[in-house]
């Protein structure tokens, strides 16, 4: 009996030690990807003299916001915006379409070779898209839409992970929830968008995120079809000021827009946490 006691306590010994453990690890990494946007944060509102003095402080001695107002007048800060924002939100409204009529194709219709299509839709999730980016700027040379917001949005109009997603809860709807509407008059079209894209919601949700915070970060495709501010989003502005000579030594400037650039996505994140979270809880996504 005495040895069992001694077993189960060592056993609740080891489980503390390994939960303290843990604790510290989640913490440093808390720390190691907190830090960073503390510091953008803090230089962000600091007077350059404090970012480049001797003895560096966490917390300014004097706050300023004359970095945001500097930074908005050497670069077309508000023009960036208004670009990201029509990219962004234009190529989420193309995609809810195209993704929703695909997969409740693939879904609930049948039609001949329809598996097969769906085999070669999910070979693009294999690709990488740099190995696409090539051909992707050729046709859009070929379609002379070079340095537009179109030819931003254009490659990515259709989603082959959303399709995925949406076409597996797509399967998930009862047969006879939709042999019922059909017998009271419905058609398909209008079990579609009346009764599937409802149910669909949270999946609908979770995509939407995915995409919305992918393409406001995008940067590689948009450097290479657009050369002049008339249609950069705000990641090439960022990164082209920091490119530069002026752009790197303005720490104060660089972090300000650096600021500017991740707001808006920090703020979603924060505003809609609980409903992101249950979304991704109900679809099962992980």
Known sequence: MDNFVKRIKHKGSTGSIT????????ILASASTIGPLVWIFITAFKPREEVFSKIPQWIPKEVTFSNFTEIFTIL?????????????????????????????????????????????LLTQLMLANQSVILPNYLTISNLKLLNTKLAIMLPYFGSAYGTFLLRQTFKTIPKELEDAAT??????????????????????????????????????????????????????????????????????????????????PLTMFVVLQRRIINSFMRTGFK
């Open 76 to 120: 077309p800060v508000g023009l960036y915006y208004i670009n990201t924002i029509i990219i962004v939100g234009g190529i989420l409204a193309v995609q809810l379409i195209t993704i929703t009529l695909a997969a409740y194709a693939f879904a609930r219709l049948k039609f001949k070779g329809r598996d097969l299509l769906f085999i070669l």
């Open 183 to 264: 017998m009271d008059g419905c058609s398909s079209f209008r079990f579609l968008w009346q009764i599937a894209v409802p149910l669909a919601k949270p999946t609908i949700i979770v995509f939407s995120v995915i995409s919305l915070l992918y393409h406001w970060s995008e940067f590689f495709w948009p450097l290479i079809v657009t050369d002049t501010p008339k249609a950069r989003p705000l990641t090439v502005g960022l990164g082209i000021f920091a490119m530069q000579a002026e752009g790197g030594a303005e720490w104060t400037l660089l972090m300000a827009f650096t600021l500017l650039v991740i707001v808006v």
């Open 19 to 26: 939960r303290v453990l843990v604790h510290i690890i989640l």
